[in-house]
């Protein structure tokens, strides 16, 4: 079996500060290795690549790394400050879809969430895209900070010409809840509320809510999720995805996904080849535990969603510091077999 896809952060620099970003800016695999690990991910077969950081605009070498994969499905995830006309071309000519990373859609939000942000360059960079046919949607990291703007997030890439939106609730830091989540990081309720929010209309663009609890909401509410996929997300896998994808991160660490912690590292590159790589995380007891009612604590293993939920990972690793927990934001533990 192949991954389904492969989230490959081929940076740690980035040009802005986001108060919620879990990104480590130290440490890189050298450049001379990224040529041969471009090739080791087109071996794998992924249906499709992610590339992100950091901002992986930042990267001189970009464009020979996009020709060593030239014949996958690829995306790239970019804050857009640096998206400029050339960029915007070299990118449409390698089949390049873009992603831009959006968390607010007035400047006081957009500004506020990351620092040295322009709102204004962030417009530019989808202007830019959109000309080049290459705007394929956002990712918002969704929290107090911006969730009364959910529907403004969604009207601006529908109006922009964009396919997709992706809501992906607010992570805590390792090695504990830190203060940042505390404030912002969205409860159960808050949860429940936004999902309502989003899937109570049709919007004309694909809407995704990164959190694992999703298909436990539609099967409660009878709410009919979109069968295609965005480019970076699956939704025909119910529940948290790890086993499914293969993270890289920019200093060659192998995780379950791009939050997960440090804790969970199931191996380093170049140590390990990605196949190698790729078939321990198939082959995870890990993750076959947090995937089993025998490895979780209630509710999480008594519920009758777990099938296809288990909660997320990384979230319960990071704010509970044990796998075995329940998801602490999940707002159906409690809940009854629907009808």
């Known amino acids: 079996m192949r991954p389904r896809f492969v989230d490959w952060a081929i940076t740690s620099r980035c040009n802005l500060r986001c108060g919620h970003c879990l990104a480590e800016r130290e440490g890189e695999l050298p450049p001379e290795l990224l040529p041969r690990l471009a ?97 394929h949607g956002v990712t918002v990291v969704l929290s107090r900070r911006n969730l009364h703007q959910l529907e403004g997030m969604i009207e601006f890439v529908q109006r922009e010409g964009g396919r997709f939106v992706t809501f992906i609730p607010l992570q805590a830091r390792e090695g504990g809840v830190d203060p ?77 996904c791009m939050f997960s912690p440090s804790p969970l590292v199931l191996s380093r590159y170049p140590q390990r080849s990605l196949r190698e790589a790729w078939e321990g995380i198939r082959g995870s007891e890990l993750i076959r535990r947090f995937k089993s009612r025998e490895g979780r604590e209630p509710p999480c293993s008594s519920c009758p969603h777990f099938s296809h939920c288990f909660g997320c990972m990384a979230r319960v690793m990071r704010v509970q510091g044990r796998l075995s927990a329940p998801d602490p934001e999940c707002p159906f533990g409690q809940a009854k077999v629907p009808g």
């Open 39 to 135: 090739g080791e991910v087109v071996d794998l077969g992924p249906d499709w690549v992610i590339l992100e950081g950091g901002e992986p605009l930042l990267r001189e070498d970009l464009p020979r790394l996009l020709g060593e994969m030239e014949n996958l499905d690829l995306y790239l995830i970019t804050n857009g400050s640096v998206l400029n006309g050339r960029l915007a071309g070299e990118l449409a000519e390698r089949g390049v879809r873009v992603v831009f990373s959006l968390d607010g859609v007035s400047r006081e939000v957009y500004e506020g969430t990351k620092e040295g942000a322009s709102f204004q360059a962030l417009r530019r960079g989808v202007e830019e895209a959109r000309r080049e046919g290459i705007f």
């Open 180 to 256: 940042y989540y505390r404030a912002y990081g969205l409860s159960p309720s808050e949860h429940l509320q936004a999902l309502r929010r989003i899937y109570g209309r049709d919007w004309g663009v694909e809407v995704y809510y990164d959190a694992p609890f999703l298909w436990a909401f539609a099967e409660r509410e009878g709410i009919s999720l979109p069968g295609g996929r965005s480019g970076i997300t699956i939704p025909e896998v119910r529940g948290c995805a790890c086993g499914s994808t293969l993270y890289l991160a920019a200093d060659g660490r192998v995780l379950p």
